[in-house]
């Protein structure tokens, strides 16, 4: 098994309105990580994502095209230790 790595991201731009944290949420499962999506009250939307880093990565490449009707200006990225039971899935917190 691959070992597991937590990226947390910041996707600012017009990614509020667009399905992003849906799409999100689907390119997340579909790369088989555990984690979560969330609006900010800024305008931001947050990801916080597990498991084996390339996977995480493939994520971030999608967060910085992002949905459909996105206009990502910009990703920041920070790669944190994982929390162990901290995350099981991947869902959209509201």
Do not use: K
């Amino acid at each position: 098994m691959s070992e597991r790595h937590r990226l947390h991201l910041r996707i600012v731009g017009r990614v509020q309105g667009v399905f992003f944290r849906a799409h999100t949420a689907d390119e997340a499962q579909m790369l088989g990580l555990d984690g979560w999506v969330r609006n900010r009250s800024d305008g931001s939307v947050e990801v916080v994502a597990e498991g084996p880093r390339d996977a995480l990565r493939q994520l971030a490449v999608w967060c910085h095209a992002g949905s459909p009707g996105a206009v990502v200006q910009r990703v920041d990225e920070a790669w944190e230790p994982p929390e162990p039971g901290d995350l099981g899935g991947f869902s959209i917190r509201y």
